[in-house]
């Protein structure tokens, strides 16, 4: 007789621990369902359409001041700590006044996640370039997920890092390029935090009504197939190209400061690229969609790397 309890205590145990796993997989593939569901492309596009209203936002203009005040005054609504970078940047045109702007959210840990985009536009003397996808995508991209990163449950800490000075004032080459994130990459080696940067994910030019967005030769392969793997898994292969090229961005800084990156850029902006730097980079060529898409596969990119 007491054989038989015994059995079916343990089928009872061996049940218990299936549902209970069963439950705790659901429960977290439900909990990362519910952060896209919170995330709103629409959202993306209203920050971009805001930023856009200023006008162009080469540094030193008026609007690029707005720029930084409005980001600014979104990370604090969502609730993130706002810490601003100003420094002076020796260009072509002289020195320039710029300011990377980083809002953070606390984890438990001391490793950090960074999400970055640039705000700035590249200074256009024979027409007035908005730059809503160049610059402005990005930046309006993560200002719609800060206040649904910060609601997350986070064991790493999440920094919302917006770069200035992306673009060249005369020709793009290595000392006229990048002045933020080689600015922030110094910044953070002279500090001791550069070592604690788990990833940095850059996002560029991620607005566009048709995403094509392909590998990066530059960008660190592991973290590249991770990126990849969720878009597939999400249904964004369309999107999220095999195909490969080499992109030079605000990634390379970290890159080549050891830090595991990866740059989401879709260069195939209009046919052959043609809207890049020219006057039609403007609101009606994005779309929520678009924004919708690149914000699901970096809320659950955080997602994994935080389980790391």
């Known amino acids: ?45 209203q920050s971009v359409e805001r930023m856009v209203s200023f006008g162009p936002r080469p540094p030193g203009s008026e609007a690029h001041r707005r720029t930084q005040s409005y980001i600014t005054q979104e990370l604090e609504a969502a609730g993130l700590t706002v810490v601003q970078d100003p420094f002076t940047a020796n260009t072509p045109a002289g020195p320039v006044s710029m300011n990377n702007i980083i809002g953070r959210i606390a984890g438990r840990k001391e490793r950090v996640l960074m999400l970055a985009a640039h705000y700035d536009t590249k200074v256009m003397n024979d ?23 910060a609601n997350l449950d986070n064991d790493h800490s999440i920094w919302l890092v917006f770069l200035d000075g992306e673009e060249a004032f005369e020709e793009w080459s ?51 197939d991770l990126v990849w793997g969720v878009a597939r898994r999400l249904g964004y292969s369309r999107n999220f190209s095999n195909s490969s090229m080499t992109i030079l961005d605000d990634h390379l800084p970290f890159v080549q400061a050891g830090v595991p990156s990866v740059v989401l850029i879709d260069l195939n902006y209009g046919w052959g690229n043609r809207f890049w730097h020219t006057p039609q980079d403007t609101l009606d060529k994005l779309s929520a969609e678009s924004f919708s898409k690149v914000g699901h596969v970096l809320l659950e990119v955080v997602a994994e790397l935080d389980r790391e």
Do not use: C, E
């Open 1 to 45: 007789m007491s054989a038989r309890p015994a059995r079916k205590r343990r089928r009872t145990r061996t049940t218990l621990g299936i549902v209970i796993l069963l439950a705790t997989v659901l429960l977290g593939w439900g909990a990362l369902s519910l952060n896209r569901a919170a995330f709103d492309g629409k959202a993306a596009l």
């Open 174 to 224: 290595d000392t006229d390029s990048l002045y933020g994130s080689r600015h922030l990459v110094a910044r953070l080696a002279q500090s001791g935090l550069l070592s604690k940067i788990g990833a940095f994910v850059l996002v560029d030019m991620i607005g566009d009504s048709s995403l094509d967005i392909r590998r990066d030769t530059n960008s660190t392969p592991w973290l590249t």
């Open 127 to 149: 027409f007035r370039f908005l730059g809503a996808n160049d610059g402005g995508s990005g930046t309006g991209l993560l200002l719609s997920l800060a206040p649904v990163l």
